[in-house]
């Protein structure tokens, strides 16, 4: 019994039919008629320097990357993402060996309050809570290890914060 590429794809397309599955974005329901957005430096309302554009500017290469939404300035935008960095937590999440009152390697949480604002109206179409996560060991120079660390989570909150944004959850 010989099959086509034609008929296999037909066979393919029958199955996955009925799966949920769909081509194409699926954007939130509040944000359906979205198609631009403007990021702005986040504010900051840790005692952390300098974090605001870091994080700011990891979550447009993110956006850029995802491609769901044209980043454009505030003055053009459909919506308009404000982001504020309101806590860091940092923990210890292993001690060193033969020193329980040493750290060995870290946890560290940054938490990020976020609001989506029609740009015309001025209507909230969403708001919401979101982290990023990472680890670090501890070292020589612990301040600069950690700054690199909060690039880690900067990334990790881009991903957490671009899946509601685009896709609901």
Same mark, same amino acid.
């Given at each position: 019994?010989?099959?086509?590429?034609?008929?296999?794809?037909?066979?393919?397309?029958?199955?996955?039919? #009925? %799966?949920?599955?769909? +081509?194409?974005?699926?954007?939130?329901?509040?944000?359906?008629?979205? &198609?631009?957005?403007?990021?702005?430096?986040?504010?900051?309302?840790?005692?952390?320097?300098?974090?605001?554009?870091?994080?700011? /500017?990891?979550?447009?290469? =993110?956006?850029?990357?995802?491609?769901?939404?044209? +980043?454009? #300035?505030?003055? =053009?935008?459909?919506?308009?993402?404000? %982001?504020?960095?309101?806590?860091?937590? &940092? =923990?210890?999440? =292993?001690? *060193?060996?033969? @020193? *329980?009152?040493?750290?060995?390697?870290?946890?560290? &949480?940054?938490?990020?309050?976020?609001? *989506?604002? /029609?740009?015309?109206?001025?209507?909230?179409?969403?708001?919401? @809570?979101?982290?990023?996560?990472?680890?670090?060991?501890?070292?020589?120079? +612990?301040?600069?290890?950690?700054?690199?660390?909060?690039?880690?989570?900067?990334?990790?909150?881009?991903?957490?914060?671009?899946?509601?944004?685009?896709? #609901?959850?």
């Amino acid at each position: 019994m010989k099959f086509s590429a034609a008929t296999a794809a037909l066979a393919a397309t029958v199955l996955l039919a #009925g %799966c949920g599955y769909k +081509l194409g974005e699926i954007r939130p329901t509040p944000m359906r008629a979205v &198609r631009t957005i403007a990021v702005p430096t986040f504010k900051n309302k840790t005692f952390e320097p300098r974090i605001d554009v870091l994080f700011a /500017d990891t979550l447009v290469k =993110r956006m850029q990357q995802d491609g769901t939404y044209e +980043l454009v #300035g505030d003055d =053009r935008a459909d919506a308009v993402l404000y %982001c504020t960095i309101d806590r860091i937590e &940092r =923990r210890s999440l =292993r001690s *060193v060996q033969n @020193n *329980v009152l040493a750290t060995s390697e870290f946890g560290l &949480r940054v938490f990020v309050k976020y609001e *989506v604002q /029609d740009r015309v109206t001025g209507a909230i179409l969403m708001r919401g @809570n979101a982290e990023g996560n990472t680890t670090f060991f501890s070292g020589n120079d +612990l301040q600069t290890i950690e700054r690199q660390a909060f690039s880690n989570a900067a990334s990790d909150l881009a991903n957490t914060l671009m899946a509601e944004v685009s896709e #609901g959850w």
